[in-house]
């Protein structure tokens, strides 16, 4: 039996766009208690209801307010309300066992029963994450409703139970730390099922006591299995939509933190200190290959051999060695260091098939960030075809540009996402989510999927996923820009308690954030 024992904290994995965090002292105007703590977020979150939560600001309340049987940190898995468990030698069978400590924010201990309804829950009809634990024996039988409950979860005792996989699933402890599955009590799942967006009893460091359409109210979970750790009593998150109200209102001191891609270049009129980590973020350009001019291969093969990736880095401040030349980041196995665009990709004579002077391509590149020069720059280079291609590149306001990835209303769009997922799979599970990609065919790579995680073998899994990196490239339903290790945290210096040995994430729980010494009133 392999063991695994007592390690750290908590984490939780982020599939689209994550957060880096910003902090300052008030004003006495505008000063709050010591030890309270208010942000910004730019839009409501949409589903707190863990199987259907797919934005970033849900992930974020329930990155808050609940907890997984495990998490993971500095690149492990380490436990969280399961403080140990065994893997048997056919790494098919997986026994957990619960922490004495882990207990709801109404006081009631977390059981065996509590994991079951949850993870029941991920594999319900409407979930968008159930395959995330198709491996589970019963897991596509309960999904499909035809049976009641998960014959791959038995139950030993109140404090412990087993997993039982079809077949082995290496990843399987690293999807257990994604932030829809959080365990919560079966009242809590019922709420929110039915409402989406409410207060509910929670598991993790905060409890969300109050919901309205401009507030949402944290406060301490006195019963969390670490309370002593999380030091804001309270938390507030204003939701202010209009990006220049946002930044104003953060410039004057009335937030401690904001969305940092909410700036303009010197909008922010607070100094920032940047903390070195690893944030191995990857960026790309989506076309939307169901849409008139991105519809045709070889137009996509045009644009890809006419960006000008240097300029780009140069404007952004970032190295060119963060050149991506595939979509699996350093770090994760796959990965690519180079590789050749093919000379009949940069044709000419692919555009003028479908673009003329009499009848012009147009397109339109949106995005959310503060990339709005270094994206003009990036594409530079098709200038010189503005004749017969006609394009803008527009910065939209983050819940519009989110709405239109999800409901596919986009001709190409550039975003980012944080690569530093524990294994390639898993990133490689939600990069390639048909939701985000319309149009991209994903069996063959489904195929490849299945057979990765059946081994663990470091160098065929690694064989495999750069066939998966060879195979979407091939399509260029997805345009590499760049893959970093950026150091991408960011605070006020006033703040202190990073744990900078966090390496690969840019955000921080807030339960680790303590200010300095002096006091507000020193300020």
Same mark, same amino acid.
């Given at each position: ?25 008030? *004003? *006495? ?53 399961a403080e140990s468990w065994t893997i048997s030698n056919d790494l098919k069978t997986y026994r957990f066992r619960l922490s004495p400590t882990a207990f709801f924010s109404d006081g009631t201990r977390v059981t065996a029963n509590d994991v ?22 019963? !897991? ?16 030993? *005792? ?16 690293e999807t257990l730390s994604a932030p829809q599955m959080v365990i919560l009590p079966s009242s809590s799942l019922k709420v929110l099922r039915s409402k989406k967006v409410a207060t509910f009893i929670s598991s993790g460091p905060y409890v969300l006591t109050s919901v309205t359409p401009q507030k949402l109210e ?25 990006? !220049?109200? !946002? ?277």
């Amino acid at each position: 039996m392999i063991v695994f024992g007592e390690f750290a904290k908590y984490f939780r994995l982020y599939l689209v766009l994550i957060t880096t965090l910003l902090h300052s002292f008030q *004003s *006495s105007a505008d000063e709050m208690a010591e030890h309270d703590y208010r942000r910004i977020l730019v839009a409501s979150p949409i589903n707190l209801f863990p199987p259907e939560a797919d934005d970033i600001h849900s992930f974020q309340i329930l990155a808050q307010t609940g907890e997984g049987l495990v998490a993971f940190e500095n690149h492990r898995v380490v436990p969280a309300l399961a403080e140990s468990w065994t893997i048997s030698n056919d790494l098919k069978t997986y026994r957990f066992r619960l922490s004495p400590t882990a207990f709801f924010s109404d006081g009631t201990r977390v059981t065996a029963n509590d994991v079951r309804n949850s993870l029941e829950n991920i594999l319900e009809k409407t979930s968008i994450v159930w395959s995330n634990l198709a491996a589970i024996e019963g !897991a596509g039988t309960l999904h499909e409703g035809k049976s009641k409950h998960l014959s791959g979860l038995r139950i030993l *005792s109140p404090t412990e139970f087993e997993l039982k996989l079809t077949k082995p699933y290496v990843p399987i402890l690293e999807t257990l730390s994604a932030p829809q599955m959080v365990i919560l009590p079966s009242s809590s799942l019922k709420v929110l099922r039915s409402k989406k967006v409410a207060t509910f009893i929670s598991s993790g460091p905060y409890v969300l006591t109050s919901v309205t359409p401009q507030k949402l109210e944290l406060e301490k979970n006195i019963h969390y299995r670490k309370a002593s750790a999380v030091w804001y009593e309270k938390v507030v998150y204003d939701i202010v939509a209009d990006r !220049a109200q !946002a930044v104003r209102g953060f410039n004057e001191g009335k937030y401690l933190d904001i969305w940092p891609h909410e700036f303009e270049a010197g909008e922010a009129k607070r100094p920032l200190q940047t903390i070195p980590s690893l944030a191995a973020f990857s960026w790309y350009i989506i076309p939307n290959i169901k849409r008139e001019p991105f519809n045709h291969i070889e137009f996509r093969k045009f644009v890809l051999a006419h960006l000008d990736y240097e300029g780009f880095y140069k404007v952004a401040g970032l190295p060119p060695h963060y050149r991506a030349y595939g979509l699996i980041p350093r770090g994760l196995i796959g990965h690519r260091t180079t590789r050749e665009i093919p000379e009949n990709y940069s044709a000419e004579l692919n555009l003028t098939k479908f673009c003329s002077v009499a009848k012009p391509c147009n397109f339109e590149l949106i995005h959310a960030y503060d990339k709005q020069e270094a994206l003009e720059v990036l594409f530079r280079p098709l200038e010189k075809y503005r004749d017969r291609l006609k394009f803008r590149i527009g910065r939209i306001e983050r819940h519009r540009w989110y709405d239109k990835i999800i409901n596919g209303k986009f001709q190409a769009v550039y975003l980012g996402n944080n690569a530093t997922y524990p294994d390639a799979s898993i990133f490689l599970q939600y990069l390639t989510k048909n939701l985000y990609h319309p149009g991209l065919d994903f069996k063959q790579i489904a195929k490849l999927l299945a057979q990765a995680i059946e081994t663990s073998d470091r160098v065929v899994r690694g064989d495999i996923y750069a066939q998966i990196d060879d195979l979407l490239m091939s399509q260029v339903g997805i345009i590499p820009i760049y893959h970093g290790d950026v150091p991408s945290r960011q605070a006020h210096a006033d703040i202190d308690g990073y744990n900078i040995s966090l390496l690969g994430y840019n955000d921080l729980r807030i339960a680790n954030l303590k200010p300095r010494k002096q006091s507000h009133k020193n300020r």
